[in-house]
Nanobody
Framework: VQLQASGGGLVQAGGSLKLSCTASGSGFSIDTMGWFRQAPGKQRESVATHTDGGIRNYADSVQGRFTISMDNAKNVYLHMNFLKPEDEAVYFC???????????????WGQGTLVTVSS
């Protein structure tokens, strides 16, 4: 399964940005999709995740500002509002998935998209 992310860019503090990610391949189903981010000199951290069953989880730092959504076409979106300079990072799309008829979960990562927030 390959993940293709898009939507990063430059935005002013307080602005909004939408990230998109598509999972492609054949013969698989999604368990969870989400977004992680990594700022310079920091560890990669989970931003938001969305299970196939509709459960959403957010990092405390983005709760109330970011919204994750997922559709049946294996796309996941991150709507980022009221962006802060500390949100600046490379954002990575993530998916946990399995081949049809199998129970073993696999992981895939997208290539990362840069979000720059100017103050």
């Amino acid at each position: 399964v390959q993940l293709q992310a898009s939507g990063g860019g430059l935005v002013q503090a307080g602005g909004s940005l939408k990230l998109s990610c598509t999972a492609s391949g054949s013969g698989f189903s999604i368990d969870t999709m989400g977004w992680f981010r990594q700022a310079p000199g920091k560890q990669r951290e989970s931003v938001a995740t969305h299970t196939d069953g509709g459960i959403r989880n957010y990092a405390d730092s983005v709760q109330g500002r970011f919204t994750i959504s997922m559709d049946n076409a294996k796309n996941v979106y991150l709507h980022m509002n009221f962006l802060k300079p500390e949100d600046e990072a490379v954002y990575f799309c993530y998916a946990k998935w399995r081949y049809w008829g199998r129970t073993y979960l696999r992981e895939s990562w997208g290539q990362g998209t840069l979000v720059t927030v100017s103050s």
